[in-house]
């Protein structure tokens, strides 16, 4: 097993070039296997420290729309940026968060990930249940044919998750990112052409 390093490679390059987190190379990297349109409307779910907003701020541009949000605040780049504070499994969030797109999205993105308390049965059900929500939150948000990037862990649920994605997508596939730190079990599902 690969040895943590927590100012690895990635962590020190996020540094160099100003942005809040090794996770801006992640997104980089999956939105180059997603088409991402300028003036596009991206969702961001759990989108603390940034890492994502800013990269998917610089994609969409300034005629593009980028919703955030997450538990704790999270600071706003420059617009199209938009952050959010709030509870993805908040069931009143759906019409708060069309309004601040200004429409359905063209994207919704998730890199949650629970706080593990190494005990695998209650972290798997928790990682399972950002999933869910993650979905949800795609399934009030995502127009029809849009697509998602979530990230979700090899693990024993991980079969029934992708069964979730396959039933509202019509494209589905799994993915490693090189920025994803060694050893880790974190994979990305990339879902395109939501059936809504």
């Known amino acids: 097993m690969a040895k943590y390093e927590p ?19 992640k997104i980089e990297e999956l939105l180059r296997r997603v088409k991402l349109e300028r003036g596009a409307r991206v969702l961001d779910l759990g989108c603390a420290p940034g890492g994502w907003l800013a990269i998917l701020g610089r994609a969409v541009g ?15 780049f ?23 797109l200004g429409g359905k ?12 308390t190494g005990i695998a049965e209650r972290d798997e059900a928790r990682v399972d249940e950002l999933v869910e929500a993650a979905l949800n939150a795609a399934r009030r948000t995502l127009r029809r044919g849009g697509a998602m990037i979530v990230k979700v ?7 029934q998750s ?3 994605f396959e039933a509202m997508f019509e494209k589905v596939e799994v993915t490693r990112v090189s920025a994803s730190r060694p050893g880790s079990s974190e994979l990305y599902v990339i879902a395109r052409d939501f059936r809504g």
């Open 7 to 25: 100012h690895d490679r990635f962590y020190r390059k996020a540094r160099e070039k100003g942005l809040p987190s090794r996770a801006a190379f």
């Open 62 to 76: 300034p005629e593009g729309r980028v919703v955030g949000v997450d538990i704790v605040s999270c600071r706003e």
């Open 78 to 100: 420059a617009p199209p940026d938009v952050t959010i504070v709030a509870d993805i499994r908040d069931e009143e969030l759906g019409a708060r968060l069309l309004e601040a």
């Open 105 to 116: 999205a063209d994207l919704v993105t998730s890199d949650i990930a629970p706080k593990l």
């Open 153 to 159: 862990f090899m693990a024993r649920g991980f079969k």
């Open 162 to 164: 992708l069964a979730r």
